[in-house]
């Protein structure tokens, strides 16, 4: 036991200090309680001590629904630890919830014996009959599972800011910074960073800095003066190599990795984009780094976006756009523009719920039927994914590669879960980086603008460059000479050749890797934002010395060439996808292979409990 002090440094009550491995947070409440804002603290300051972090970002579809009902539940789960960790967690230690419904929504995801900091002044009958409870938890059995901590979060927060000149209503939107400062009192975490984000977010309004800091101080106080918290919690920092680090989400690094990209191409970068949940982050990163020669453009509309982005590939510059997966369906005809023409395009698509407007701030990857095939004629394009928010960076460069060196458009998936989620990333050198720069047309005297070189890429040549005039446009064109063509063989032979080059990039991306033994009884196969559940379970199950291997595909057209020959070598496949089996539809066609599909299509990524449980079940029918 040790005494401890306030803020204020009084002395108060002694406490028990309890070292764990990891931890697991919920903080949830109505969209209008600041959970999003509370959780992005946590993590940050967690960062900042040294834990490795993950964070699953969950908020309603709905930009302001109906406070207290259950499908207006926002929430942020941080999962963070002493060890390397791949997910933000199965079920959460403790959950901070601020109102009946937030309770409800969470509870079955909540540890049996876990923590529960319950926001009393919410509990009245009018939220209550919100959140369907016929009578109140707090009041019956329902909770005798778990460590309850009622706590009168809003009462105590007014009170705290009384003197401020504020009405009710304006201190009680500072709750938010109160429960956050008790958490960071339970799990031993400084204050200092979220009140210095407080003077810089809020610095011109100094009666906001006033009443953010006081709450924030007044919820750690709480945590040191009432006897109801006496054990305190403490996650060591992370063994992690040595490096720079800094917390970055899926859409943060897929920014930075085009800028990237853009630099070690020695080009101006591009981006020719419209707004769409859950991708326009990265428009709105990319606007922040014009020092970097990389020009952003608000379009008005889907095509517009891709459509500039073809003009500024023309032009020379390195080009994206970005979308999810309606933006995808409306951009369907301008990459067969892209691709007839040959420019180096990158198209990334943050992959959200549908179809239609479906669940835009939900996670799904149902997008890659639509990224393969999803195209008039035969229009084959490179399809690659991310797997992690810091993983974005890498294959958001990578696309830029490709798409540079073969002069073609190419397609990098994400998905909401991802791009929202954070974790620690260590910054790369950048003379770590290759350089990806490739040569425009070098002589006018002998350009064609459709003569190949070893890969099959054509050259590259833009407006101005005298003597390298040539058409440009959706019809067909002849090889070599690049003019219109409707000459039958032509055609089948232009079809035959784009279909080669994007065919041969196989030669030019890594060997699959395996995770575990390289033949067995079973084989959990992934792509996309399943990795982190996947290699956790994975993990688990090997433990057990189960005969268990995960291979995560990260190249999905042309698949590496050793992947069809590492799948034979497992008894089953087992393929768990946010969709209703696409990569195991490709699988089959393309290697005559049997898999077993797992689906979950609940706008929500697997756990690791949930794929445990599956191979489980998986091994008991061999």
């Known amino acids: 036991m040790t005494t401890i002090e306030t803020a204020d440094g009084q002395k108060t009550k002694s406490v028990k200090f309890v070292e764990l491995d990891d931890v697991t947070i919920r903080f949830a409440g109505d969209s209008g309680d600041g959970m999003q804002l509370t959780g992005t603290q946590f993590t940050s300051t967690t960062a900042q001590v040294g834990n490795d972090l993950s964070t699953f970002p969950d908020y309603p579809s709905e930009i302001r629904a109906p406070s207290g009902t259950l499908y207006g539940v926002s929430g942020f789960q941080v999962h963070f630890s002493s060890k390397d960790i791949h997910t933000p967690g199965d079920r959460f230690d403790t959950l901070v919830a601020m109102n009946p419904a937030a309770l409800k929504v969470n509870l079955k995801l909540l540890h049996e014996g876990g923590n529960i900091i319950v926001n009393t002044d919410a509990f009245d009958a009018k939220n209550l009959k919100l959140a369907k409870y016929d009578t109140s938890p707090l009041e019956d059995d329902s909770l005798s599972g778990y460590k309850v901590f009622p706590v009168p979060i809003t009462t105590l927060t007014t009170t705290a800011l009384e003197g401020l000149g504020l009405t009710v209503k304006e201190m009680t939107r500072s709750k938010n910074f109160f429960a956050l400062g008790l958490l960071y009192w339970m799990y031993n975490r400084p204050m200092e960073p979220t009140l210095e984000w407080i003077k810089e977010k809020f610095g011109k309004n100094d009666l906001v800095v006033q009443a953010n800091s006081r709450a924030l101080k007044a919820g750690y106080n709480f945590g040191n003066i009432t006897e109801t918290f006496t054990v305190r919690f403490n996650v060591r920092a992370a063994e992690l190599p040595a490096g720079t680090y800094r917390n970055v989400t899926g859409n943060e690094a897929t920014a930075l990795g085009m800028v990237a990209a853009a630099v070690k191409a020695k080009l101006p970068g591009f981006l020719g984009s419209y707004p769409i949940t859950p991708a326009s982050e990265i428009l709105q990163e990319l606007s922040k780094m014009k020092r970097f020669n990389v020009r952003t453009f608000q379009a008005e509309d889907e095509i517009a976006g891709i459509c500039t982005a073809i003009g500024a590939a023309y032009g020379g510059s390195l080009a994206f756009t970005t979308t999810s997966g309606p933006g995808m369906a409306l951009k369907t005809e301008a990459i067969g523009l892209a691709l007839m023409v040959e420019l180096p395009l ?109 890969h099959l890429s054509r050259p590259w040549a833009v407006p101005c460059m005298a003597g390298f005039e040539h058409r440009i446009g959706g019809l067909e064109k002849q090889h070599i000479t690049g003019n219109v063509s409707h000459d039958p063989e032509n055609h089948q032979f232009m079809v035959e050749m784009r279909a080669k080059k994007v065919a041969g990039i196989a030669d030019d991306i890594p060997d699959q890797t395996v995770f575990g033994p390289d033949e067995g009884d079973l084989a959990i196969v992934g792509w996309g934002g399943t990795y982190g559940a996947i290699r956790a379970a994975s993990e688990r199950l090997q433990a057990e010395n189960k005969s268990v291997a995960h291979i995560h595909i990260r190249y999905l057209n042309p698949f590496p060439k050793n992947l069809g020959e590492m799948l034979r070598r497992y008894k089953k496949i087992l393929i768990p996808e946010l969709n209703l089996g696409q990569l195991a539809f490709i699988l089959r066609a393309h290697y005559r292979i049997d898999p077993l599909t797992y689906a979950k299509v609940q706008g929500l990524p697997f756990t690791p409990g949930d794929i445990e449980d599956k191979a489980n079940e998986t091994l008991k029918m061999m």
Do not use: H
Request: glycine content about 8%; proline content about 11%.
């Open 346 to 454: 990158v198209i990334i698509d943050v992959q959200r719920g549908g179809p239609s407007t479906g669940l835009p701030t939900k996670t799904e990857q149902s997008d890659l039927l639509q990224a393969a095939l999803g195209r008039n004629g035969e229009a084959p394009v490179p399809v690659i994914a991310a797997c992690s928010p810091a993983g974005c960076f890498y294959q958001a460069f990578e696309a830029a590669r490709i798409a540079l060196k073969y002069m073609t458009p190419v397609i990098l998936l994400t998905d909401g879960y991802i791009a929202n989620g954070s974790e620690p990333w260590m910054l790369p050198k950048a003379e770590d980086l290759p350089d990806i720069s490739v040569p425009f047309a070098p002589d006018a005297e002998s350009y064609q603008p459709y003569t190949r070189d070893d």
